[in-house]
Antibody, heavy 123, light 109 residues
Framework: QLQLQESGPGLVKSSETLSLTCTVS??????????WGWIRQPPGRGLEWVGS???????FYNPSLKSRLIISVDTSENQFSLRLTSVTAADTAVYYC???????????????WGRGTLVTVSS | SFVLTQPPSVSVAPGKTATITCGGN??????VHWYQQKPGQAPVLVIS???DRPSGIPERFSGSNSGDTATLTITRVEAGDEADYFC????????????FGTGTKVTVL
């Protein structure tokens, strides 16, 4: 059964870089049928799509984060990663990684999620 | 950007029906997906493509989508259905590919 697990520092200082990795187990990240994505949720608030990546390296970013965001993939390690630069308190959130599928149709959704990791930006 | 509006909260008695709406401009022309998020847990997909239930999701969960409103319906509500529910659409015609609704807290009385 495929599982996703986020890892990375739980505390990041303001103006520094937030780095997280999602490790995929029980299946290959190099699948033609899926994208892989990051979603975040500030405490007590709603969900926000951060960005997505295909195993080939093609990326799609939330326009509001695009200037500070890099998502990369390491197929040899079955992992994908997020780097968000110049963080502020507004970036404090639970960050989830997820597998994105389409059911072989024409829309995409987050069909499997990691448990999430809380990242707090401190001043 | 495309905005999806949900009521902040819905209250329902056990055994009754909960109706959660997701409003957006001509949302009926898009495919809507729904997630359930229990406290302290990651979201779980409960409905895809407006009305399809993934494996393992009870038949009590159903969905519809038409005009400017998509709807998630939970029949015979149980205490375990108490959670936040989010709708989501994908649209490659806009920069923000994935849009989530504002979320609805379902409280079982």
């Amino acid at each position: 059964q495929l599982q996703l697990q986020e890892s990375g520092p739980g505390l990041v200082k303001s103006s520094e870089t937030l780095s997280l990795t999602c490790t995929v187990s029980g299946g290959s990240i190099s699948s033609n049928n899926y994208y892989w994505g990051w979603i975040r949720q500030p405490p007590g608030r709603g969900l926000e799509w951060v960005g997505s990546i295909y195993y080939s390296g093609s990326t799609f970013y939330n326009p509001s984060l695009k200037s500070r965001l890099i998502i990369s993939v390491d197929t040899s390690e079955n992992q994908f990663s997020l780097r968000l630069t110049s963080v502020t308190a507004a970036d404090t959130a639970v960050y989830y990684c997820a597998r994105i599928g389409s059911g072989n149709l024409h829309s995409w959704f987050f069909e499997l999620w990691g448990r999430g990791t809380l990242v707090t930006v401190s001043s | 950007s495309f905005v999806l509006t949900q009521p902040p909260s819905v209250s329902v008695a056990p055994g009754k029906t909960a109706t959660i709406t997701c409003g957006g401009n001509n949302i009926g022309s898009k495919n809507v997906h729904w997630y359930q998020q229990k406290p302290g847990q990651a979201p779980v997909l409960v409905i895809s493509y407006d009305s399809d239930r993934p494996s393992g999701i009870p038949e009590r969960f159903s969905g519809s989508n038409s005009g400017d409103t998509a709807t998630l319906t939970i029949t015979r509500v149980e205490a375990g259905d108490e959670a936040d529910y989010f709708c989501q659409v994908w649209d490659n015609r806009i920069d923000l590919l994935y849009v989530f609704g504002t979320g609805t807290k379902v409280t079982v009385l």
